[in-house]
T-cell receptor, first 117, second 116 residues
Framework: AQKVTQAQTEISVVEKEDVTLDCVYE???????LFWYKQPPSGELVFLIR??????QNEISGRYSWNFQKSTSSFNFTITASQVVDSAVYFC??????????????FGKGTSLLVTP | DARVTQTPRHKVTEMGQEVTMRCQPI?????VFWYRQTMMQGLELLAY????????DSGMPKDRFSAEMPDATLATLKIQPSEPRDSAVYFC??????????????FGNGTRLTVT
């Protein structure tokens, strides 16, 4: 069975600090996909990134970066120089890649990030 | 910008009433998902469809919930009869798949259901 653990329930930082959100996953599949979604106070779920299990290259997008390490089954998310607008709940998710059974996302419980001025 | 559209955005109803939530997936997307979000359980998968056929609805309470896709532009989630424990935000998401040419799941803004 798939499982996604986000051990940090809430994080509070001051603006301009760097912050890392942890995500640890469990799966028996060799092919899978990992995701991060952002849920701002308005409630919608916003896609941030998708990574497949064969691509361990780290990715950077502006102030956001992701560190995928299969050896530790982790897919951590770092926000550099955080801003108040980064305040949101962030979800890590895992999906199998079996097209016959669908590819439903299995979400972690989320990490609530509060960035204060 | 293509979007997943969900209606209604908010619904307040009394216990025992029927509730129908609607979702218009992004045009061309062939997979539709229904998720429920609560404080206690987080985001739970209720059901999903590919090419309008139900693939899995094991996450749904079968006695009161039903999900359908009458056509490619409409997915519905129905609760009959509703109960206070059904109060949650219900999200619809659509996508194209995970292989070559695929897209990530795009979520609607959700339907916030309150059952009194």
């Amino acid at each position: 069975a798939q499982k996604v653990t986000q051990a940090q329930t809430e994080i509070s930082v001051v603006e301009k600090e760097d912050v890392t959100l942890d995500c640890v996953y469990e799966t028996r599949d060799t092919t899978y996909y990992l995701f991060w979604y952002k849920q701002p106070p308005s409630g919608e779920l916003v896609f941030l990134i998708r990574r497949n299990s064969f691509d361990e290259q780290n990715e950077i997008s502006g102030r956001y970066s992701w560190n995928f390490q299969k050896s530790t089954s982790s897919f951590n998310f770092t926000i550099t120089a955080s801003q108040v607008v980064d305040s949101a709940v962030y979800f890590c998710a895992l999906s199998e890649a079996d097209s016959n059974s669908g590819y439903a996302l299995n979400f972690g419980k989320g990490t609530s990030l509060l960035v204060t001025p | 910008d293509a979007r997943v559209t969900q209606t209604p955005r908010h619904k307040v109803t009394e216990m025992g009433q029927e509730v129908t939530m609607r979702c218009q997936p992004i045009l061309g997307h062939n997979t539709v998902f229904w998720y429920r979000q609560t404080m206690m359980q987080g985001l739970e998968l209720l059901a999903y469809f590919r090419n309008r056929a139900p693939l899995d609805d094991s996450g749904m309470p079968k006695d009161r919930f039903s999900a359908e896709m009458p056509d490619a532009t409409l997915a519905t989630l129905k609760i009959q009869p509703s109960e206070p424990r059904d109060s949650a935000v219900y999200f619809c998401a659509s996508g194209l798949g995970l292989g070559q040419g695929s897209s990530p799941l795009h979520f609607g803004n959700g339907t916030r259901l309150t059952v009194t």
